[in-house]
């Protein structure tokens, strides 16, 4: 494990992704308390105004402030898309290990259950599920996670079955050990690696999901913002409010440009890794 | 006469690929042998004979499609997982690829600790460990290295040690001297031959070098042509 951590370290992507990340999650997280500016605050004697240093990236139709609206919204998608993506994780952890290990016949069904799952027409999931319902946090989440389990299923079923193929498993296996300590100190140090590049880039790809939702209006609704929704309210008044259309797409690629470079960089971290096997 | 420890009667392996039509098709048949306690067979084969498959179907890692595999008086084939936890512990391997029989990714001292019975408290599998490590003439700090941090020799003698720790009754060595020079190659047989006579094992010796089967020669068989023989010629 602490190989694993200092060549992550090492990795110079990893580096700079988990740096922006932290730097995003910070500003997120406490500028918004610090600032006491509410996003929701309306100022109408001060829409469309420039920046100044009150506003540090102006404010918008209603006089609200931009800045702390813009971090509000992307800690909001961030906890979406952050609890979605470890929700489906979770999912196909499960799913890819009990695969993974089980005889073919077990596996078979698992990855033809998946193959159904993969084949749902996505928009028209959250359609039904989304679109005629009230907006909660907890369903949204979970239609997320619900529809995208799959493919960390099937990376980790593969990592396993080539785990189950190596001499130092069934060196483990010939010493007569319990199952669950099998999983614990063989196949767990092994995939931990892989999981985790799975999480940034499906969580890279929640963000993008999630803000799409959000600004079709399926996903979170007014007073509450995430960076969909405050694209989808940029997007009425494209000449007043242009600068706001370019602060969120430029938060939004920040954070999945982040989330991705993480996950590149630990796929290069396991390479070494597998390469040095 | 001492007991016998291991049977095998008309055992047959299969190729392990697969075959279209569906017919199973044999690498070898009619293996009959028996192990007595603190006894050592060698079986001697050219390359690609399958006793590699042979060894690993003696292991339990491949199941036993024809014939049968007697442990003192269990048949292998006909066990519940209990009972084939306890054969799996007392017939352990020593792998030819000792290189990938270690997890590159956990140090050596996670590797050697996963075998011992989980009721032997912390200072006695430290204290078995160190017993061990000096039996094979290792320094006891290079158990928190790992894998690709140590030489292949070292690795291979580690591979002793966690064949060791659950206490068998069995080793079974796959070519263990296949890529030794010949002081190392003398070096390691009086490890193995030290090894047997502290725990009193037996060893099942897989080789192609003929030179080597005078030291395990208590029986000798040979695989040529799919056929498994005694080779008595070679025999004490």
Redesign the interface.
Known sequence: MKLICNEIWRNKRCRSAGLILITILLFCFILPGVMKIDPTHQDLSNTFDSVSFRHLLGTDNLGRDNFVRLLTATRQSLLISLSASLFSIFIGLIIGVTSGLSNTKTDFLWMRFSDIFLAFPKFFVFILMLGFTNFSFLRFIFVLAILSWMEPAKIIRTEIKTIKGSLYYQAALCQGIHPFRIFHTILLPNIISIVSAAFALQTSSMVIIESGLSFLGLGVQAPQISLGTLLNQARTYPINNYSLILQTGFFMLITVMAFHLLGDGLKDVINKARFQK | MSSVILTVKNLKIMHQNFNFRGHPSFLLKDINFTLPKNRSISIVGESGSGKTTLM?TL???HSIKSGRVLFYDTDIGKINSKE??????S???V?Q?YR???????TLR??LL??FNQKMSPSGKVKFLHENLNLVELPIDIIHK?P?QVSGGELQRL?FV?AL??QPQILVLDEPFSSLDIINEQKLLEIILNIQKTYQLSIIFITHKLPLVQYFNDQVHKITNNQFSRWSKYEQ
């Open positions: 690993k292991l339990g890692i084939k936890k306890n054969y799996r512990r017939i352990q391997p792998f690829n990938q029989s270690f997890n590159p990714l956990i996670k590797s996963i075998g790992y690709h591979a966690r720790t659950t």
